[in-house]
């Protein structure tokens, strides 16, 4: 090969991996992302049955029941309510008023069905998306709601044996 | 007393680089002032190093009169929890961040001697400027050392998932491989200015890349370990912005190591070197802003300051663009190398290259798109672990397939075919492996086969190399073994590094494909079967701990083999923090771990169990074990290090 061949096969070959790279991560982000909902955009965007979406708002109050490994709680954004089942372990800081992300998708009944909870370990955290969205609806408060965390149903006994010797002294 | 002290060491190291970095870059040219430099900068890393120890001092002693001692320490805290609970936070972390910046460029100062005077005067300048203003970040927007009046009685607690061996290990271990890069990224600004871009300056800059390289793959190794026995999510990656934020300058720095290679052993692709070293520390930097800015959710938590994310910011943007303009000005004067054939090991090092860079751009593009996308229409949107399989491992599959073939090409032109022959019993043997594993397994059909081939592949293709040069089964043994133990050390290392890699892929393939999980609920007494392991619930029990409380399950697990071990997973409720944590607990057994999560005891004296089986999974942290094995052992190559003089001119490639 001539000096200007080789140097026109390596630009070539340079060139057709990158468009190769380039093309893939279009399709991907065309079609492997995630989009985050709060429940009242999941009403009016009508989202699909089985679609995979990020579900984010507040713990409705006392609104969990445990059986065995599964939880039921209602995520809120102040308009719209969501019954979300989950299976598996909740985060430790899980309770009532606490923002959360869920990932899943809707089932037939109109509930979501969550495969997973995201976790922070920092007690104060919000989800900077709730956040947006509950600003979006009028719903932010800077200071979460007081929640009695002995009498609370979604807060772990971790969470409550910590409330009980936090008053014992 | 010693704050005070600590405070104003800190100070007068800022003042000192600022001037440092001042005279350096006006008067570099003048050999008289390298000496003062590198004294100034061995001076800087005393400065910083004595006030780091004025904290450390503060923290074991429980001086709550320290703000940031009463936010994250407790005198309750084990010892070694004291100490790490310094950087377990925003400020501490800093000050550890500079300490390893200067100490970078103390050893530049130390190790440089026989540098021409004036890249050393331009390397310990930039490096002063970069440490400047790090040093007035840290001052002016996170000081660590302001005090309290009254002071506290007690501490508030360092955050309990961080009272853990790995933060130790972890954040120095990432720091040192992160900000290592600072030099050669220094480096290539000098070049730059100095216009000296030779064969020589690759040498000079590959030691320090090898350094940064080999910490940052055990800083991040170790991030993971972590993240895997503390998060108790039984995952080792999960595409967390902060993860891509340290992985992004390894995947460049990966590449800067190999086209440093190209530059100096056949003086080409200077240019794309020099881009490289920029590009690398610029994503560190960028990692940086990433992780403390709080702008993207992570999983793993960080005291986030939006105001001081807008300072990195700043700081990104001047050092980037700095170099970025510096790079314009003068890539025009740079001229192109020796010339190749397409195949060839310069070809295959481009192709290494290319292929690395795209995934660095994949992992990029994924990062930052919801940032972009929700900037542009306001849609919140996740990339997830869906899109980063997807494009990084189509990226990734090519490289690993022409990897092993690399290393049998020649300089210049190479003979592909007799690479392929010479390498087709590691092929043969790696296609056997693989349809072993599929046959014995009956994984259903999926990527897993074809990933384990690729893991063997590249693992044998390493051993196949060391094989090849030891002319093994072309000679007797015993003249094989002695030229094996003759090999370079590159030769060695370079093959160690593969075999890693390939150890990596393997356990990723097998951890991943072939886990086996069960959630239940068990009573006392029941037992569940996963995988040929029993596990035996033995009950809760409530136990206290030195600042927390805890339920603690005991568990005897039954190996397939008949043998018995005691697990206890805990549920941890730390009183002074008020924050709950879970500890998994985690059974070795060969390669493979049994992973065991409690969750809550319910109750009637059940508790939901999870329990996941997770086979070959301690290969993925044993590969990268050899990766930095390997680049030790560079590193403890002569022809290395800085400080060996100069070769002559006429110097001619021993290998």
Sequence with gaps: MTRKQKRFAIILGIGAVLALAAGLIFVALRDEIVFFYSPSEIKEKAVA????????????????????????????????????????????????????????????????????????HDENYMPKEVVKSLKARGEWQREPQAVDLATDTCSSRNLKTLAETAKGG | MGIELGHFAFSLAFALATVSALAGLLLWRRAALTPYLQQASIIQFLLVGAAFASLIQAFIVSDFSLKLAKEHSFSAQPLLFK????????????????????????????????????????VLAIQSLIAAAFLG????TSNPFLRLDPAPFEGADLNPILQDIGLAIHPPLLYAG????????????????????????????????????????????????????????????????????????????????????????????????????????????LGTFMVRSGILTSVHAFATDPTRGVVILILLSLFIGGAFALFAARVGTLRAGGLFAPISREGALILNNLLLASSAAAVLVGTLYPLILDALTGETI??????????????????????PLGPFLSWKRADFLGAAQRL???????????????????????????????????????????????????????????????????????ALAHFGLGVSVIGIVAATAWQAEEITTLAPGSSVTIDGYTVDFGGVTQ???????????????????????????????YTASGMPTTEAAIETYGFSQLYLQLGEPQTD?????????????????????????????SLSNRRLRVGAPRPARTRVATE
Aim: aromatic share 14%.
């Design chain 2, 83 to 122: 100490i790490t609970a310094v950087w377990g936070n925003h400020e501490g972390s800093m000050v550890l961040w500079v300490l390893i910046l200067v100490i970078m460029g103390a050893a530049v100062a130390a190790f440089g001697r026989n540098l021409p005077r004036d890249l050393l005067s331009l």
């Design chain 2, 382 to 403: 996740s990339v997830g672990a869906p899109f980063f399989n997807l494009t990084f491992g189509a990226i990734m599959a090519p490289l690993l397939v022409v990897l």
């Design chain 2, 424 to 494: 087709a019993w590691a092929a043969g043997l790696a296609l056997f492996f693989a349809i072993l594993a599929f046959a014995l397994t009956g994984a259903s059909v999926s990527l897993a086969p074809l990933g384990l081939l690729l893991g063997f592949w590249v693992a044998l293709g390493a051993l196949a190399e060391l094989a090849d040069r030891a002319h093994l089964f072309r000679t007797t043994i015993m003249t094989s073994l002695r030229r094996l133990i003759g090999l370079p050390k590159s030769a060695w290392s370079s």
């Design chain 2, 605 to 633: 004296g059940k508790s939901v169990v999870r329990i996941w089986y997770k086979p070959f999974v301690t290969l993925i942290w044993i590969g990268t074990l050899f990766m930095a094995a390997a680049g030790f052992l």
């Design chain 2, 178 to 285: 992160y900000v290592g890069f600072s030099v050669c990224f220094s480096f290539a600004a000098a070049a730059l200015i100095s216009g000296r871009l030779d064969a020589a300056w690759a040498r000079w800059v590959r030691p320090w890349t090898l350094l940064s390289w080999t910490f940052l793959t055990l800083g991040i190794a170790m991030g993971s370990y972590w993240a895997y026995y503390e998060l108790g999510w039984g995952g080792w990656w999960f595409w967390d912005p902060v993860e891509n934020a340290s992985f992004m300058p390894w995947l460049a720095g990966t590449a800067l190591l190999h086209s440093a290679l190209v530059m100096e052993k056949r003086s080409a692709l200077k240019i794309w070197t020099v881009f490289l070293a920029i590009i690398t520390f610029s994503l560190s930097l």
């Design chain 2, 543 to 573: 136990q206290q701990g030195p600042n927390y409380a805890a339920d603690v399950a005991s568990f005897t697990i039954t190996a397939p083999d008949g043998g018995k071990r005691i697990a206890n997973p805990e549920r941890r409720a």
């Design chain 2, 137 to 140: 970040f840290t001052l002016f």
């Design chain 1, 49 to 120: 049955v089985g679609t995979p979406i990020r579900l984010g708002g507040l713990v409705k109050k006392d609104s969990c029941t445990k059986s065995g490994e599964t939880t039921r709680f209602v995520v809120t954004d102040g308009e719209t309510e969501m019954p979300v089942s989950f299976t598996g372990m909740l985060p430790d800081l899980f309770r009532s008023g606490q923002g959360v992300v869920t990932e899943g998708a809707l089932d037939t009944t109109g509930g979501f069905i969550a495969s997973n909870v995201l976790a922070k």
